[in-house]
């Protein structure tokens, strides 16, 4: 039984924890910044920039922030950009694509999701409700259905 509420209680927390909400998806954080200007004061200095006749192209470089945390990720931190015939390979990137106005016509990605998600309070609730009404209810099931009272066995 102390095993039994050991679990019920590192199952909660961990669910405590887990239920989130997308407030925008990664495409949609995307598609905020149409410009050189908002790309710029958004993500700052880009790693390598590569330019042609009609286009001009923003790298951004990441990184795991987190090495126990395969999902948390941050930019790296960059004070100049080097400018590239090809870009470099990387496991996480950013790309920008500009015309010759700066407006951003196209962005491509690899290992980056920029999604806003906020905490979702109600569905967590809910849910750890709902799983531990269903392990205390198999537990009283399984509790009653033995012959044994406090681990004395029981006779009528």
Request: glycine content about 6%; proline content about 3%.
């Amino acid at each position: 039984m102390k095993n039994l509420i050991q679990c019920i209680a590192v199952m909660s927390s961990l669910l405590l924890f887990s239920c989130t909400k997308t407030i925008y998806t990664h495409e949609q954080v995307l598609d905020m910044y149409q410009t050189k200007a908002s790309v710029s004061k958004k993500f700052g200095t880009p790693t390598e920039r590569k330019v042609s006749d009609s286009t001009e192209q923003w790298l951004y470089q990441y990184e795991k922030s987190d090495p126990f945390n395969r999902h948390v990720i941050g930019k790296t931190p960059n004070t100049k950009t080097v400018d590239v015939a090809d870009f470099n390979r990387y496991d996480r990137y950013l790309i920008f694509t500009f015309d010759k106005n700066g407006n951003v016509i196209r962005n491509d990605f690899k290992g980056v999701n920029l999604a806003v998600k906020k905490a979702n309070t109600v569905g967590t609730v809910l849910l750890v409700t709902g799983i531990v009404g269903v392990v205390l209810g198999a537990t009283a099931i399984i509790y009653n259905s033995t012959d044994t009272y406090y681990g004395i066995p029981f006779t009528e």
